[in-house]
């Protein structure tokens, strides 16, 4: 590289930054040294840019306020090391053994079921504790490796709880409506879902609805008239919803288009109805939508500490909007550290052990405690009926933690 | 080649193959990544600089040898070793038809590359429903710990993926070496500088333009073989996706279409670039999205507007590399 | 299946296929003319719609007020582009104009995610849920208005081709390069000029496909193809072509999706595009080369 006189400290900075980054890279130099014991290196891999690119940044969100609730709640200093997996598995699996070159002694993301099968088996490979925020492909703890966790539920949960639940919303309504419309997207979330609503559907017996039509479509479609067509010409009584945000907007849009009120939507288990942008494009037409998901206990001790370090960190957001995302990477980076407290090392081997004996009982997300079975997983996190009202994902059942009533049907609906 | 040219060439030879004993686990997954790029470069290339037929759907090949293979090993535990042979014969099915289908038609320039596009994206969205092979949850490979190298099932650890990937690799380079310098050579290159007059000279150039199809398409099976077995996932979505197909051309275009070399040389350079962005990013502290593949863009342009035959020409004069190539 | 859904939908898959067939008369007339694959069109078309997004965020200007302001735009825009930065690659290899224009692709995708972000934009007019009822038969009123312009538009550059000079001299410059040369018509501005129309055409398809489609950065690459499928089915440099192919494309895909599975639907548009290209390469309306 040619020096020039009279540079600009910030070109120089910029070139010393470019020349010292690709001499790195290419000789592969283990990272810079760092004193080693006292803290906790946890890489946070998270698709924050590419297809998945907002959820990442909501994830992003708790992975940043982890350390500080961390440090006051256990006295243990975290370090975060943050990689952009592009929602991209090249990328992921690339940036994962990167972190662990570069020192991080656990691993900790990526929200999507194909960067964390990339990521275990790197986390697998090189025997370092890998812990998923957020996954919902069952296969990823089938493999039998033995330094991945997954503190989420996988899809047959997500279906089984959810289902669990409209039974639950039925009897709290005290209506029972007879047939249902089936929607689903047609990519890995949305198929897992029907597969495990069809394996489900036959078992249960609170659930006396039928479904009289399925409807898969393209979660990249611009144009859902026929789905929505097809939809209400089944004239079904509720429609059961499996989406994600972009489509679930334009569906919604839709049916006042066509003028189609069925008695609800109601979503099994899927992320979409209860984000921001849902309701900041939809208005009131995103009222009563409901979504049975994974979410966090609204009168937990741990969430209210978790929202005011938010609210800090982000004074114009609101924790509800990003819950789940927030909650559950949270969870994840609470799970390294408690286990790292416990072992007092950060040897890869010692880590993985301790987390396996975790026993989190103070948690901000729904459901038991927090403990690993044999395969890596969590068993028993639970799920909550979250339905939009005034604007805001609420709450309605269980009836233990909800802060207000369910409303179904919702008022659109004439018998 | 020249004096000069061999030489360079043993020297890079020889640090491709000490590389795992100098490297950590980072820098081996970037070279694998680099190596199966080159290798997919290198076999899009024989259809573009042989039989001067733009691809834009070659994902379709990765993704139909990938789901054989893995498809064969899930379903009934046969291996890659003979998984790869039902790979090759579909991908060289398709390619005949394929390129059957374009010659027959007179199909050819943007039309034929629409054509490639078509074929990858109704195979996309067909896998995406066939149950049997996982549809869009895709088809998951069950991984073993890989302690020890089992060559036949190809597990093992990742320097055991980096030598097949360079062995795949060096192959396609001495088969595309020996082919330009054989008489299907000369043919090929008759046929790309002028279909017309090559005919008039008696050759078949439907036979072997047909060739040059099918070998392409045939090569660029076993990457997908591999990388079934390197990621033990696929998804429709992603292995039949466009952007896979345009990374695969990204290398031999910025490197050299129809040169020898600039597959491996493009693929080394984009990957290397993209890596040194993200860092370089990093460095500076800035994380706004976007900015990484912004500045690909940009550096994307330049290459195309300012050395439209590649890098690797120009930097082979500028070496002296001159000869051969 | 009761017939009033099937009219529903195919009067539906009609009214966007005649807006889908106006976003393919840009491309149709940039490659009819100038020869040049533009595997940008879909992501010019998205940064139409960003524009159209942000004068309605500012000032409350209805896309299809909002249509002269960004078509000029994109008329300068593209006059611009073709002259300084395509014009040289008339003459390269395909594989290389493919190439630059993926780059462009590449930097206007990103270059949007950084100023906008990932999320999802649209305008919020009045009408835009409304619909009009006859009886059993639901008319989208957004859907109604958005198609009839993209048939105006199309009827006005139509008439531009016909009629006036610059259209007739233009249509000489496709038909014959070297003749047109020989007449002295300055091939080089006509090529920037078609440039510049396409592209105003496309800004125009931008405007009212916002009032259908929310807008996000990775909107463009499908809406290229698509535009690329509709342009060979309904035959190059015909604009009856384009229209006819973003028809037939809507009716076949809201079909598709009626009768087979929705989530399959777009493997039609792909069997019909291998079909037309093995049986009727100049397309449906085209003329024989």
Known sequence: MKAQTGTSPVRRRVLKAAAAS???????????????????????????????????????????????????????????????????????????????????????????????????????????????????????????????????????????????????????????????????????????????????????????????????????????????????ASNADFLLLVCRLNDAIILRREMVKQRWNPMGIVSPGSPGMYEEQYFKTLGKLSEYSISNVPWYNPRAELTKVVEKAFLKQNPKDKLVFNGLN????????????????????????????????????????????????????VEGIGSACVQNLNLTPTVVLPAAVATAKPVFPWPYYKA | ????????????????????????????????????????????????????????????????????????????????????????????????????????????????????????????IGFDHIDWLGGPGGLFIKVEQREHMDLLDLRGPPQMFYYVMLALTAGAFALCAWLLRSRAGYYWQAIREDEQAAQALGINTFRWKMLAMVLSSALTALAGVFFAFYYNNLFPEQIFHISRSIEIILGPVIGGVGTLFGPILGAAVLTILADSITELLAALGIEIPGVKQVFYGVVLLAVVMFLPHGIWPTLARKLGLEGRD | MPIELVVNVVIAGVLTGLVYGLMALGLSVI???????????????????????????????????????????????????????????????????????????????????????????????????????IGPILLDKARLYASAAAVAASAALFAFFKFTRAGKAIRACADNYLGAKVVGLDVKRYYALTFGLGSACVAVAGCMMILLVDVSPVLGPAYTLLAFVIVIVGGLGSMGGALLGGVLIGVSEALAGLFITPSAKSMFSFALLILVLLLRPQGLLGRKP
């Not at chain 1, 419309?181 to 879902?193: E, I, L, R, S, Y």
């Not at chain 1, 390294?336 to 004996?357: P, V, W, Y």
């Not at chain 2, 290339?45 to 759907?57: K, R």
């Not at chain 3, 078309?45 to 007020?65: G, H, K, N, R, S």
């Open chain 3, 31 to 133: 490659f009819g003319v100038v020869r040049v694959v533009n595997f940008a069109h879909g992501e010019m078309m998205t940064i139409a719609m960003y524009a159209t997004v942000v004068l309605f965020a500012a000032l409350q200007l209805d896309p299809f007020l909002a249509v002269v302001p960004v078509a000029g735009l994109f008329f300068v825009f593209g006059t611009l582009l073709q002259a300084g930065v395509i014009n040289p690659f008339i003459t390269r290899p395909e594989h290389s104009q493919f190439m630059l224009l993926v780059a462009v692709a590449i930097i206007m995708v990103n270059g949007l995610l950084m100023v906008f972000g990932p999320d999802a934009r649209n305008v919020q007019v009045d009408y835009q849920l409304e619909s009009y009822a």
């Open chain 1, 22 to 232: 690709a001499a790195l890279s290419t000789i592969g130099f283990p990272g810079i040294v760092r004193a080693q014991g006292t803290k906790l290196k946890v890489g946070v891999l998270l698709p924050r840019s590419g297809f998945q690119g907002l959820i990442g940044q909501s994830c992003q969100k708790g992975a940043d306020l982890a350390p500080g609730v961390i440090k006051e709640m256990l006295g243990v200093d975290i370090e975060l090391m943050n990689a952009d997996t592009e929602t991209n598995v090249d990328t992921a699996r690339t940036r994962a053994e990167r972190l662990i070159q570069e020192g991080a002694h656990v691993l900790v993301g990526p929200f999507d079921s194909g960067g964390a099968a990339a990521i275990a088996q790197v986390a697998e490979q090189r025997g370092v504790p890998f812990v998923i925020n957020i996954a919902a492909a069952p296969q990823i703890t089938e493999q039998g490796y033995k330094f991945v966790f997954r503190n989420f539920q996988t899809a047959p949960d997500i279906v089984r709880n959810g289902l669990a639940l409209i039974g639950d919303l039925f009897q709290a309504s005290n209506i029972a409506p007879r047939t249902a419309v089936f929607m689903h997207v047609n990519d890995t979330f949305g198929m897992a879902m029907a597969k495990g609503i069809s394996a489900f559907m036959g078992r249960l017996t609170q659930l006396p609805f039928k479904i009289v039509d399925t409807i898969q479509y393209d979660p990249a479609a611009r144009d859902l008239t026929v789905e929505v067509s097809k939809a209400k």
């Open chain 2, 1 to 124: 080649m020249n004096r000069r040219a061999a030489v360079l060439l043993a020297m890079l030879a020889a640090a491709l193959i000490l590389l795992p004993a100098v490297a950590n686990s980072y820098v081996l997954s970037v070279a694998t990544l680099i190596l199966f790029f080159a290798y997919t470069g290198q076999a899009w290339n024989v259809m573009m600089g042989f039989a001067g037929q733009l691809s834009l759907g070659h994902s379709l090949y990765v993704g139909v040898a990938a789901y054989a293979a893995a498809g064969l090993f899930f379903h009934f535990g046969i291996g890659p070793w003979a998984g790869v042979w039902l790979a090759m014969l579909l991908c060289t099915a398709l390619g005949a038809v394929i390129g059957f289908l374009a010659f027959r038609f007179g199909i050819s320039g943007v039309y034929f590359a629409l054509l490639t596009i078509a074929f990858a994206e109704f195979t996309r």
């Open chain 1, 326 to 377: 927030v909650g559950f990477t949270f969870e994840a980076i609470l799970v390294a550290a408690d286990a790292f407290r416990r072992a007092r090392s950060t040897d890869a081997k010692t880590l993985a052990d301790a987390i396996r004996q975790t026993n989190i009982t103070s948690k901000m997300m729904l459901g038991g405690p927090i403990k690993f079975n044999e395969k890596g997983q």
